[in-house]
Nanobody, 124 residues
Framework: QVQLVESGGGLVQAGGSLRLSCAAS????????MGWYHQAPGKERELVAT???????NYADSVKGRFTISRDNAKNTVYLQMNSLKTEDTAVYYC??????????????????WGQGTQVTVST
C-alpha cells in the first residue's frame, strides 16, 4: 500500500504565494515521475507540473514563470511553490506519483497513485 498525503493549501489573495507539499509513504521501492494537477469546478483535471526522478521538469503554459516544482527523493516528497497567484489558479490540487513497488527487483512494477486533494482559493 502507498499513500500520498498533501498539505499547504488554503486561501490567499491574488499576487500572493503558497507552497504545497506531498509526501509518499508505504511499500515503495522507488518513485519515477511526480507531479501536480488541478481541477476547477466544472472542469476536467489538468496538468500543472511534473518532475522526474532526475529532476527534469515540465510545466503547463499557464503557470510557467510563476510556479516551481521540486522534490526530495530521500523524503519521497514533491513540492509546488506557487507565486504571483491569480484567481484562475483557484482549484483543488492533486499530487500524483508513479511508484515502483514489489517484493523484489524482478517482481517490481509501476503504479499510479493520487493524493486526496487540497483546496487552493485565490481571492481578489
Amino acid at each position: 500500500q502507498v499513500q500520498l498525503v498533501e498539505s499547504g493549501g488554503g486561501l490567499v489573495q491574488a499576487g500572493g504565494s503558497l507552497r504545497l507539499s506531498c509526501a509518499a509513504s508505504g511499500s515503495i521501492r522507488s518513485i519515477n515521475t511526480m507531479g501536480w494537477y488541478h481541477q476547477a469546478p466544472g472542469k476536467e483535471r489538468e496538468l500543472v507540473a511534473t518532475i522526474t526522478s532526475g529532476h527534469l521538469t515540465n510545466y503547463a503554459d499557464s503557470v510557467k514563470g510563476r510556479f516551481t516544482i521540486s522534490r526530495d527523493n530521500a523524503k519521497n516528497t514533491v513540492y509546488l511553490q506557487m507565486n504571483s497567484l491569480k484567481t484562475e489558479d483557484t482549484a483543488v490540487y492533486y499530487c500524483n506519483a508513479k511508484v515502483v513497488t514489489g517484493t523484489s527487483p524482478l517482481r517490481a512494477y509501476e503504479s499510479d497513485y493520487w493524493g486526496q486533494g487540497t483546496q487552493v482559493t485565490v481571492s481578489t
